[in-house]
């Protein structure tokens, strides 16, 4: 005899996930930076958030990815269930950040200067 359903433990395992971090502990997230090629992906996965609490703020060259919680989606109120920021350096181009939600993490992609670009010689004119 099965006394908890599967749904049950979907539907209370986020509101467990809250009462933990209302009570001092913190949401189980794992962040990972992998170093490519092309740029850098930051991945976050938080068990049990869905990707529309996750957030993507950058302020100049700090970028903070946050999630909250909200009982209902047009709640006001929201409790934080994770937060992690970087300070970026300036070898990656802030203004090509794409953000996508992929299973259950969030991948955070920002793409390296174009360094063809970034170095040249510069003229330099008499007068």
């Known amino acids: ?11 209370i395992a986020p509101q467990l996930d ?11 997230a794992a962040v990972r930076i992998d170093t490519r090629e092309q740029g850098i992906v930051i991945r976050v996965a938080v068990p049990a958030v869905s990707p529309e609490n996750f957030h993507v703020v950058l302020d100049n060259s700090r970028l903070t990815v946050y ?9 006001k109120l929201a409790a934080p ?8 350096p300036a070898t990656l181009d802030l203004a090509r ?12 992609r920002i793409p390296y200067k ?3 670009a970034q170095k040249r010689e510069i003229e330099i004119k008499q007068r």
């Open 97 to 108: 950040i794409d953000a996508v939600h992929k299973g259950h993490e969030l991948q955070v």
């Open 1 to 11: 005899m099965n006394l908890i359903s599967k749904e049950f433990i979907r539907n």
């Open 18 to 28: 809250l009462l933990n971090t209302l009570g001092g502990g913190t949401a189980q």
């Open 67 to 75: 999630c909250e919680f909200r009982h209902q989606p047009e709640d």
């Open 114 to 116: 174009d360094a063809a």
């Open 81 to 88: 269930l994770f937060a992690h920021t970087l300070d970026l």
